[in-house]
């Protein structure tokens, strides 16, 4: 269902407005943040919490003001300061937009959605996050918390589909003001509200300013149409690639594969000590099996979150 023009700016006023009350003070939110810094933080938000983003963002931000501070780095770094972000291939990525952005714009992030998609790594979610936060541009930003926003307050349903589709994008570009600045006030204000009160397993609908108007709550808030997968973690071999490269990151040097595949007393027995072999006993404490930890070190080989020569593995120079 698409809203009308006096149905979208009631919901304008009223999410603008809590936003406004109790928005997050997030550093990539301020005035003083540069549009790379917004650029960092929109790849490190990706499938990971602000709470453990800060931190990270904060030290790189320190480290790397500018894309050419990044660049000027071997990828191996990025990787090591990634830390336990998760989906380490994304550090990959701000390495290369940073490359991108240092040949080609001149050390800076592109402004136009555009000039975006060029970089490596960058799809239309980022691309239009980063021109509507960084440079105030309206751009239709859809995350999985604008989805669920709307799936709820305009259609009615306790969850949006599996996958973005078409009617979603239609919805997101029809509530979109038409005015810049309050475009992009519209997408923050939404992202929040699905971030903080409208969330996935426990709204508060109560804290809710658009309770009144939720389709989802007059319809007596109906379960959803499917149950969402979580994904495992323990014993998987996303467990086991996370285990290698905290090796990887620990060592500053090149890591025997022998060492990467199989426990050692010398290890165990001096993991107390020293943080390297402290990430290797706990490697070797997941008892994974040897052909696990052959697909690991091949993924990432594949990957190019490691590479190997006469010394064993260690990460991308």
Not at 24 to 52: A, H, K, N
Not at 190 to 214: D, N, W
Not at 220 to 231: H, L, R, S, T
Not at 237 to 260: E, F, I, K, N, T
Request: with cysteine; aromatic share 6%; hydrophobic share 45%.
């Amino acid at each position: 269902m698409e809203p009308d023009l006096q149905q979208a700016a009631q919901l304008h006023t009223e999410i603008i407005s809590w936003f406004t009350d109790n928005a997050r003070d997030l550093p990539w939110r301020q005035r003083e943040c540069s549009p790379w810094g917004v650029f960092v933080s929109e790849i490190m938000l990706q499938q990971t919490p602000v709470v453990r983003v800060l931190p990270v963002w904060e030290e790189w931000m320190q480290r790397w003001p500018t894309p050419a501070a990044l660049a000027a780095e071997p990828s191996g770094e990025a990787v090591r300061a990634w830390g336990r972000l998760g989906y380490p291939r994304r550090a990959l990525r701000l390495h290369a937009a940073a490359t991108a952005m240092t040949a080609h714009f001149d050390g800076s992030v592109p402004g136009t959605h555009a000039e975006l998609l060029t970089l490596p790594g960058v799809g239309n979610y980022t691309a239009a996050a980063v021109a509507s936060f960084a440079f105030g541009r309206r751009e239709t930003v859809v995350d999985t918390n604008i989805r669920r926003v709307h799936a709820r307050a305009l259609s009615g349903k306790a969850l949006p589909a599996p996958a973005l589709n078409a009617a979603e994008m239609r919805l997101a570009v029809a509530l979109l003001p038409d005015d810049d600045a309050a475009s992009v006030a519209w997408n923050a204000s939404v992202m929040e509200l699905g971030a903080l009160v409208c969330t996935a397993r426990s709204p508060k609908c109560e804290a809710c300013p658009v309770r009144r108007r939720c389709a989802w709550v007059a319809a007596g808030k109906p379960a959803p149409e499917y149950v969402p997968k979580g994904q495992a973690w323990a014993g998987t071999d996303r467990q086991v690639r996370g285990a290698v490269m905290a090796v990887l990151r620990h060592s500053r040097g090149p890591v025997l594969r022998s060492l990467l595949l199989g426990p050692s007393d010398f290890v165990a027995a001096d993991a107390d000590q020293d943080p390297d072999l402290a990430a290797l006993a706990k490697l070797h404490a997941l008892q994974a099996p040897a052909a696990q930890l052959e697909r690991a070190l091949a993924g990432l080989l594949a990957d190019k979150l490691a590479e190997e020569n006469d010394g064993g593995l260690q990460l991308p120079a």
